[in-house]
C-alpha cells in the first residue's frame, strides 16, 4: 500500500508544474525524487513532524487556489489524524506526506526569492529526519545509499557547469561588448565597420553555446537552480550566435551605400534583394529579446543577471529600428513605383507664415515614381489656384472636399477650399493630407495622387547638406545648407520686391534644382543621411503621408508622417501659431514658453501655469511689405498671431499682458485647444498666460509630452513640477525645443 502511495506521488508531483531546474525532463524527475522522499519520510515520522508538514502544507496551499488549499487542508487532516492514533498507520501518514508536497511544490510566489523554497524545506525536513530516525536499518541504508547516489550526481553536474561556464564566461562577454559595438555602429549607419564585430561576436557566441550545450554544460541543467543558469546562458549564446551572424549576412548583403537614386532611378532589384537578409536580421533580433525575456528567472545571481539586464536594453534600443529597416525595404518597390506608377503632391512650406503644422504652403508640385524612376513633375504656386485675397472669395470658383470629423469647427476659417496653402491648419498631417489630396485632385495639372509631402527650408538646407551648393537658375549665388534658410524665409522677399512672379517662379527653380541634386548626386553613407535628415523629420519640417495603409503605418510610428501622436495615459501639451496677417513676420518671432504644475499625488489633480513670451524682432520699416506688412490698419512691423493652447485639461482663465481675454475653445484630439489673438507692435513683446487644471492618471509616474510645432526658429522651453505634498521642485525640461520631447517624473 505504501510503495503504491510513493508512486502515486511521484506521478503527481511530476505533473505540477515546478521547475527547480528549468528544463522539463530534470525538473520531472526531481519533483518525482522530492514526493516519494517525503512520502517516505512521512510514513516513519513522529507524530509532531507530520501534524507540522500538513500545518504547513495547508497554509502554503490554501493560498494559491482551490487544486493546492484542497492537497494542503487534505494533507493537514490526515497528518492530524495520523499522529492521533496511538500507532500511527504508516499508509495514513504515507498519504499525508505525499499530498503535502503536492500542495508545496504548487505553492505560490512570495516574499523575497528563495523564501517559498525555504518555507518549503521548514516544513518537510522535520518529517524527513525523524522518518529514516525511526526507519528500520534496511530502509535507512537504502535511504542513505540513494541520498549518496544523488550527491554524487549533483557534485559531478556541479563540476561540469562550473567548467563549462568558467570557459564560456569570457566569450560571452567579449562576444557582447563585439556585439553592442557592431549595434551601435548599424544603427549609426556604418555597416562596413560593423562587419568584423559582428563575425567575431558570431565566432565567440558560437564557442561560449558549444562549451554551454555540451556534456558539460547539460551536466549542470540539471541541478536546481544552477540549471537555470546554465540555461539562461545557453540560450542567450545561441541567440547571440543567431543574431549576430544574420545581422553580418546583412550587412554585407545590404550595402546601403549603393542604395541611391543615379540620375533619378533607384535600383529595384538590389531593393528588394536587400529586405530578405534584413529582414531576417530584425527577426532574429526580436527573437532575441523573446529569448531574454524566457530565460529571466528570480533565482539568477547578480552577475548573469545585469548582464541580462544590458543586453535587454541593447536589444530594446534596437529592434525598432531593425524593424521599421525591414519594413521600409520590403514597402520601398511599390512606393517607388514597382508595382505601377506613383504620384506624391509636393507641398513646400513656409513657417514665416505659421499655421499649426508648420507653415503656410506657397508652393506645390508633383513628384513621379515609376519603376524606381524619380521625376518632378510640374511646380507652381498656390497662389494661382485661389483668389488673389479673402475679399475676392464671393467670385471664386471652391476645391469642394469632405472635410473630416471636425475640420468646419476648428479649421473653417482656413478656406482651404479656396485658398489651398492654408491646407496645413491642423498640427495632424495626416488629415491635412488628406484634405490636400481631395483639393489637387481637382487641379489638372495634379490629379490623384498617393502620397502627400511636406517640407520647409529647413527641410531644403538639410537636404543641400547631402548635396552640396546647388546652382539655381534667377539666382546669382549657389544655394547651399548654411544660407538656404535665411534666404528662403527672408532673401528671396527682398530680391524680390515687388516682382511676384518672378520670385515664383523661382521658387519652383530652388525645388527642382534640389530634387535634381538629390536623385542624381552620389549621396554620403547610411549614417550621414540620418544625421541630415533626421532632424528635419524628428523637427517636423520634412513630413510624408502615405495613402498606403501599410506604408503610412510605418511613417507614423517612425514620425514620417507627422501624425499627432501622444502617449496613452500621458499628460500633454503643445503651443502653436497662426499668423492672422497676410504676410511673412513669423520669421522675426521669438517664443518662450515655461510651464509649471503641481501634482496633488493623492487625488491627481494637476494645475498648471503656462507663460508665453513673445517677442517680435520685426522692423517698422525698411523691408518688402510682403514681409512686414499688411492690408489691415495695423502699423507695418506688426505681428498679429492666433496662439493656440493644446492640453486634455481644462481651462480656468487666460491673460496677455495681464488682461483677461476671451478665449476661442474647440475640443480636439481627445482634449482642448485654446486660442486667444495676440497683437505685438514691432520690436515690442506680449505675455500669455494660461491658467489650466485637471487630472493626471498616474500621478505618481508623471509623463508629459511636449509636442512641437515646426517654425522657423525653435521654442525655448521651460518645465517645472511641483508636488502639493513636497517643497521641491523639479525641472523637466529646459532649452530649445528642436522636436517632440517626451518627459517623466517618478515619486512624490
Known amino acids: 500500500m505504501v510503495v503504491g502511495i510513493l508512486a502515486g506521488a511521484a506521478v503527481a508531483a511530476a505533473l505540477s508544474g515546478a521547475e527547480p531546474t528549468g528544463s522539463l525532463v530534470p525538473d520531472v524527475i526531481w519533483c518525482a525524487l522530492a514526493a516519494i522522499a517525503v512520502a517516505w519520510g512521512a510514513s516513519w515520522a513522529g507524530r509532531l513532524p507530520l501534524a507540522w508538514l500538513g500545518a504547513v502544507a495547508a497554509v502554503v496551499g490554501v493560498g494559491n487556489g482551490w487544486l493546492s488549499g484542497t492537497f494542503g487542508l487534505l494533507a493537514l487532516g490526515t497528518g492530524v489524524l495520523a499522529a492521533s492514533e496511538r500507532r500511527p498507520s504508516r499508509e495514513l501518514a504515507a498519504l499525508s506526506g505525499a499530498l503535502a508536497i503536492q500542495a508545496l511544490l504548487r505553492g505560490p510566489s512570495y516574499g523575497f526569492v528563495g523564501l517559498p523554497t525555504l518555507v518549503a524545506l521548514a516544513g518537510v525536513l522535520p518529517a524527513l529526519i525523524s522518518g529514516w530516525q525511526r526507519s528500520p536499518a534496511p530502509q535507512r541504508r537504502i535511504a542513505n545509499r540513494t541520498g549518496l547516489v544523488v550527491g554524487a550526481v549533483v557534485l559531478v553536474a556541479l563540476v561540469g557547469a562550473g567548467v563549462a561556464a568558467l570557459l564560456a564566461r569570457p566569450k560571452l562577454v567579449d562576444a557582447g561588448n563585439q556585439a553592442e559595438t557592431a549595434l551601435t555602429l548599424l544603427r549609426d549607419g556604418d555597416i562596413d565597420e560593423a562587419v568584423d564585430p559582428l563575425a567575431q561576436a558570431s565566432d565567440e557566441f558560437s564557442t561560449a553555446a558549444g562549451l554551454l550545450n555540451g556534456p558539460l554544460g547539460f551536466a549542470g541543467r540539471v541541478v536546481p537552480v544552477v540549471g537555470q543558469h546554465v540555461e539562461a546562458l545557453g540560450r542567450v549564446a545561441d541567440a547571440g550566435e543567431d543574431l549576430t551572424q ?287 535628415l533626421g532632424p528635419a523629420v524628428s523637427g517636423g519640417h520634412l513630413k510624408f503621408a502615405s495613402f498606403d495603409e501599410e506604408a503610412e503605418a510605418l511613417f507614423v510610428r517612425t514620425g514620417l508622417a507627422g501624425a499627432w501622436q501622444t502617449t496613452p495615459g500621458a499628460d500633454w501639451l503643445s503651443l502653436r501659431s497662426t499668423n492672422l496677417l497676410p504676410n511673412k513676420i513669423d520669421w522675426f518671432l521669438r517664443r518662450e514658453m515655461t510651464v509649471d504644475s503641481t501634482i496633488d499625488p493623492d487625488t491627481g489633480t494637476i494645475e498648471t501655469t503656462v507663460t508665453v513670451t513673445l517677442r517680435n524682432l520685426a522692423p517698422p520699416s525698411g523691408l518688402p511689405p510682403y514681409l512686414i506688412g499688411n492690408y489691415g490698419d495695423f502699423p507695418t512691423g506688426t505681428n498679429n498671431d492666433g496662439l493656440a493652447l493644446y492640453s486634455p485639461h481644462g481651462l480656468d482663465q487666460a491673460t496677455v499682458d495681464g488682461r483677461s481675454v476671451g478665449v476661442e475653445a474647440h475640443p480636439v484630439f481627445g482634449g482642448n485647444v485654446f486660442t486667444v489673438p495676440v497683437v505685438i507692435p514691432p520690436g515690442g513683446e506680449a505675455t500669455v498666460v494660461y491658467q489650466l487644471s485637471g487630472t493626471v492618471a498616474d500621478p505618481l509616474t508623471y509623463r508629459l509630452d511636449l509636442l512641437h510645432q515646426p517654425l522657423a526658429h525653435n521654442d525655448d522651453v521651460t518645465v517645472r513640477l511641483r508636488s502639493s505634498t513636497g517643497r521641491t521642485t523639479v525641472t523637466l525640461f529646459e532649452g530649445p525645443l528642436a522636436e517632440d520631447a517626451e518627459l517623466i517624473a517618478i515619486g512624490r
Open 246 to 532: 544574420t545581422a553580418g549576412e546583412a550587412a554585407t548583403s545590404a550595402d546601403y551605400e549603393q542604395l541611391k537614386a543615379d540620375n533619378g532611378n533607384v535600383d529595384l532589384d538590389q531593393v528588394r534583394a536587400m529586405a530578405a537578409p534584413v529582414r531576417a536580421s530584425a527577426d532574429a533580433v526580436l527573437e532575441a529579446q523573446q529569448v531574454v525575456a524566457d530565460v529571466r528567472s528570480p533565482w539568477l545571481v547578480e552577475p548573469v543577471d545585469s548582464e541580462l539586464d544590458r543586453l535587454a536594453r541593447e536589444l530594446a534600443d534596437t529592434a525598432p529600428a531593425a524593424v521599421d529597416a525591414a519594413d521600409a525595404l520590403e514597402l520601398a518597390p511599390a512606393l517607388l513605383g514597382g508595382d505601377g506608377e506613383r504620384r506624391y503632391l509636393l507641398q513646400f512650406a513656409t513657417p514665416g507664415e505659421s499655421r499649426p503644422a508648420g507653415g503656410f504652403v506657397g508652393t506645390y508640385g508633383v513628384l513621379v515614381a515609376d519603376q524606381g524612376s524619380l521625376s518632378l513633375g510640374i511646380t507652381g504656386s498656390t497662389a494661382e489656384l485661389g483668389p488673389e485675397s479673402a475679399d475676392a472669395v464671393d467670385d471664386a470658383v471652391p476645391y469642394p472636399f469632405d472635410p473630416p470629423p471636425g475640420w468646419e469647427e476648428l479649421y473653417g476659417r482656413f478656406y482651404v477650399q479656396y485658398f489651398p496653402g492654408n491646407v496645413s491648419a491642423s498640427p495632424d498631417w495626416p488629415t491635412d493630407s488628406e484634405v490636400a489630396r481631395q483639393i489637387y485632385a481637382q487641379v489638372p495639372e495634379v490629379g490623384e495622387t498617393d502620397g502627400v509631402l511636406y517640407a520647409d527650408p529647413t527641410a531644403l538646407a538639410a537636404m543641400l547638406q547631402l548635396t552640396g551648393p546647388v546652382e539655381v537658375p534667377g539666382l546669382d549665388f549657389p544655394l547651399d545648407a548654411g544660407n538656404a534658410e535665411e534666404y528662403l524665409l527672408e532673401g528671396q522677399y527682398i530680391q524680390f520686391d515687388t516682382e511676384l512672379d518672378q520670385r515664383r517662379d523661382l521658387l519652383s527653380e530652388v525645388s527642382r534644382s534640389v530634387f535634381e541634386a538629390l536623385t542624381s548626386r552620389p549621396l554620403p553613407a547610411l549614417g550621414e543621411l540620418r544625421t541630415a
